[in-house]
């Protein structure tokens, strides 16, 4: 009678923690929503602190449940050694007072990474991502038909103090054919509709078959996609779709790709009939007379230069914009795109990280980025025993890596705040499956056990 007492009342103390901990990464997931899907919105400028405000929920999480973070493996201690690296990098630079935020965004990433997420929350943070982006990607549709729609009758949604500046950038990408609807900025936009793609590619190869909702939120996805006119972020839904073939088991899977290819094709010329403007992106493709790198060549040089006042070690995380807008070729780029002063850092993760943290940090960021990938393509191994929603999480965790990766060739991944969550949050993915797929019981868990076994 006492074991079956004792037995229920430990029982309840579990469920009681597990509820909490469910509730606080509830809310850290929300919370990190708001950092991932605010565009240049109002919410854009509270990014950092509601950042901030779920790694902490993260962290009580952990304690609340009394769970192990996922710390102790390879990829763990190499993202610790590299934001040690960062930190004591960013303490001893010029720009010190610059470069320490971003170091902060990278510890709160970490946090996150390695905290306790179950099967059950890293799916809501999924499903949450879908509802939101299928939303934006409409909001997207719907500028072509209202084009002042959020330059004039939702133009409340931007900061008061940058909103004519934004409405003017807008309106600027409107009349050469572009659209971010309500995120505001076509980088952003692109960023949201990737996530929208990913969600539909993860659940059609998760499934080994594709739903008609899925199809057409695919295909919704894809347009949207187009009419932002980004490039790379178009491309790269191609590229993962390669990879997601190459790691499942596909019987004829090279005809299915062909075939497939062809499908989309067609369907990409019916929406480009229908739609014309959503042809605008493969426009800048082959326009030979316009300047393919966009100005990208500038900045690149410029972190050569910045390298050489510390080829080693760098000038700090963050520090690019402190050393480029000193240099004329900067300031003519500035001038050029209408800004006073550059602001949006060096389009190429490689590039600044070369400028920023010298040879010795490039090479370990970089090489425990592709650690990280090639140990979460290695887990392909497991796919036969996941069940539908660990394959959906391990889809999702190879596609953010791998966009990380190839994004980061040409975009500011490594520096902004809703790229960086969304790239360790599918780091925390990679570590969740392989704790479940390979545990490995610590001394807390066989302490556990032998008080289980002693009631």
């Known amino acids: 009678m006492d074991y079956t007492k004792n037995e229920r ?8 923690t597990i509820n909490l901990g469910r509730l606080l990464n509830t809310i850290s997931i929300i919370l990190f929503m708001l950092v991932i899907f605010g565009g240049v919105t109002v919410l854009a400028q509270f990014r950092k602190p509601l950042l901030i405000t779920g790694a902490c929920f993260c962290g009580l999480s952990f304690i609340a449940a009394n769970t192990k973070f996922r710390a102790l493996n390879a990829v763990s201690l190499l993202w610790l050694i590299s934001i040690a690296y960062m930190f004591i990098g960013a303490t001893l630079s010029n720009y010190s007072q610059d470069a320490i935020p971003y170091v902060l965004v990278y510890i709160c990433c970490f946090v996150a990474m390695i905290s306790g997420f179950t099967k059950e929350d890293y799916i809501l943070f999924i499903k949450i991502a879908e509802v939101v982006s299928i939303v934006l990607a409409f909001t997207i549709l ?25 409405i003017e950038m807008i309106l600027a990408e409107l009349s050469r054919g572009y659209y971010s609807g309500l995120l505001g900025e076509i980088g952003e936009a692109a960023f949201a509709m990737n996530i929208l793609v990913a969600i539909e590619l993860c659940k059609m190869f998760s499934r080994k078959k594709a739903d008609k909702f899925s199809i057409v939120f695919l295909i919704i996805g894809i347009v949207s996609l187009m009419l932002t006119g980004k490039r790379t972020l178009f491309v790269i839904p191609f590229f993962t779709t390669i990879l997601f073939v190459l790691v499942n088991k596909i019987k004829g899977k090279y005809i299915k ?10 369907l990409f010329y019916i929406f480009i009939m229908i739609i014309p403007q959503a042809g605008i992106i493969f426009d800048r493709f082959f326009d030979s007379k316009g300047d393919a790198l966009s100005g990208r060549d500038v900045l690149w040089n410029a972190c050569k230069s910045i390298n050489t ?8 995380l963050g520090t690019f914009t402190n050393y480029a807008n000193k240099m004329t070729d900067i300031q003519v ?14 389009h190429s993760i490689y590039y600044q990280f070369y400028g920023e943290l010298g040879v010795f940090g490039t090479v370990l960021v970089i090489g425990t980025i592709g650690y990280s990938f090639i140990k979460t393509i290695m887990l392909k191994s497991k796919t036969d025993v996941m069940d539908s929603a660990q394959k959906i999480i391990y889809h999702f965790s190879l596609y953010f890596q791998a966009w990380f990766l190839i994004y980061g060739l ?11 969550i969304i790239y360790f949050m599918s780091i925390g993915m990679y570590l969740y499956l392989k704790y479940t797929l390979y545990p490995v019981k610590s001394i ?10 002693n009631l």
């Open 9 to 16: 009342i430990l029982s309840h103390q579990v469920n009681k």
């Open 142 to 166: 719907l500028e072509i038909i209202i084009q002042p729609l959020f330059t004039k009758y939702f133009s409340f949604i931007f900061p008061a103090e940058t909103r004519a500046r934004r």
């Open 257 to 266: 790709i062909l075939f497939a290819g062809c499908i989309v094709l067609l």
């Open 309 to 316: 006042h510390n080829p080693l070690f760098g000038t700090g």
């Open 333 to 346: 780029l500035a001038a050029q795109q209408g800004f006073d002063i550059w602001t949006t850092q060096a």
């Open 410 to 420: 040409t975009g500011n991944v490594g520096h902004y705040t809703q790229d960086l």
């Open 444 to 453: 807390f868990d066989r302490e556990q056990e032998q008080q289980r076994s």
